[in-house]
């Protein structure tokens, strides 16, 4: 099979696809590999090392996207991208389909196999195509809420951990998972007086066993989350759906409870976000202001720290891009039920009923799919 990998084209995302020792595994396993000029260098992978790998260097992304079977991206695909996506291309990426109406036009429209990475699950009905970016986002999240709240960026001019004399700001993580138990642990090893809040008793169970009394938990309850927001220095939004549009957990009415200058982190933005005045930002302008409240809504905050972020991806995707590459991507997919769940769209017709369900569009399901 010939696998492609295009340079990212979102603004300030500098990952990679396919890291070097990717490659070198599907050279390894009789595949061809071609990655676009330059597409590595934003994570420290110069062209020379893919050669070294075995890969082949092209020009442009029209000829990787022209020559490949498969597209292995890390962001979903771009306009100008979608518009040269065929039908009979797999395309294995994030899509994060649920809430953007546009992408999900064009990619059934392109008729492309598009698998997608926070869609595929494991046996211990984890998504560990996510979890990787998760805890980079979340062990990110602290660090870029505090940079928020420096008074020179629009805050409160609050240090996270205090000093002596003076106390630490106020952290409330608003859910236990992988983004916001990575969250909590880096929020209070800065020295800041977290709260975490979640549905699950069992895991607000976990999180006080794990973190033996370093931070408080907290029953995500609609008067707990309003009492505690409006006490919050800083707010980290860390919610998931699998596949579908993030819940609305914060209103604009209670932006108005909080401290002018607070701070607030939408980590769910990929996926719609879980605060009402929330929209996705970049890294070249990642924060804005609703009502004094400082927001920090980056899609792609991994981007940031690309080098750690690529090797921690390449790392979680090659085994199931070599199943696709070595099996096709119908078998692989028969074989491996978790990696079906990856699959959102297929010869025109959407497979994710998450993405379904949040964008009123009718579904068929992947098992029938594989059949087409």
Not at 7 to 21: D, F, S
Not at 312 to 324: D, K, R, S, V
Request: hydrophobic content about 45%.
């Amino acid at each position: 099979m010939k696998i492609g990998c295009p340079q990212e084209i979102k603004p300030q995302e500098y990952r990679v696809g396919i890291t070097p020792n990717a490659a070198r595994e599907a050279v390894a396993h009789g595949h061809q590999v071609l990655i676009e000029t330059d597409a590595g260098l934003g994570s420290g992978f110069p062209d020379a090392d893919y050669v070294a790998a075995g890969a082949t260097i092209v020009d442009t992304a029209e000829t990787v996207f022209a020559e490949a079977d498969m597209i292995v991206k890390v962001k979903e695909p771009q306009r100008v991208e979608r518009a040269r996506l065929r039908e009979g291309q797999v395309l294995f990426t994030y899509l994060h389909l649920a809430p953007d109406p546009a992408q999900t036009k064009d990619l059934l429209a392109s008729g492309a196999t598009c698998i997608a990475y926070e869609t595929v699950t494991d046996s211990r009905g984890g998504l560990p195509l996510l979890a990787p970016m998760s805890e980079v986002a979340g062990r990110l999240a602290p660090q870029v809420g505090a940079w928020t709240l420096q008074k020179a960026n629009g805050g409160r001019g609050v240090l996270l951990g205090g000093v002596p004399g003076v106390g630490p700001a106020r952290v409330v993580v608003i859910g236990g998972g992988v983004v916001g138990i990575n969250a909590a642990r880096v929020a209070a090893g800065m020295g800041a007086d977290v709260t975490v809040l979640d549905r699950s008793i069992p895991r607000l169970s976990y999180l006080d066993d794990l973190f033996h009394g370093r931070l408080k938990t907290s029953y995500a309850s609609k008067g707990n989350t309003a009492e505690l927001v409006a006490e919050a220095d800083l707010v980290i939004g860390a919610v998931l759906v699998p596949g579908a549009a993030a819940p609305k957990l914060v209103s604009r009415a209670q932006l108005s409870t909080m401290k002018p200058g607070a701070a607030i982190v939408d980590v769910a933005i990929d996926q719609g976000g879980c605060f009402e005045t929330s929209h996705a930002t970049t890294h070249d302008e990642p924060i804005y202001e609703v009502d004094g409240i400082m927001h920090y809504c980056v899609a792609n905050m991994p981007g940031a720290v690309a080098r750690t972020s690529t090797i921690a991806l390449g790392n979680a995707t090659m085994p199931f891009m070599l199943a696709l590459a070595d099996k096709g991507w119908r078998q692989a997919c028969k074989d491996d039920p978790h990696l079906l769940a990856g699959l959102n769209t297929h010869a025109g017709r959407l497979t994710c009923p998450a993405v379904g369900e949040a964008l009123g569009m009718e579904v068929l399901a992947a098992e029938e799919a594989l059949a087409l």
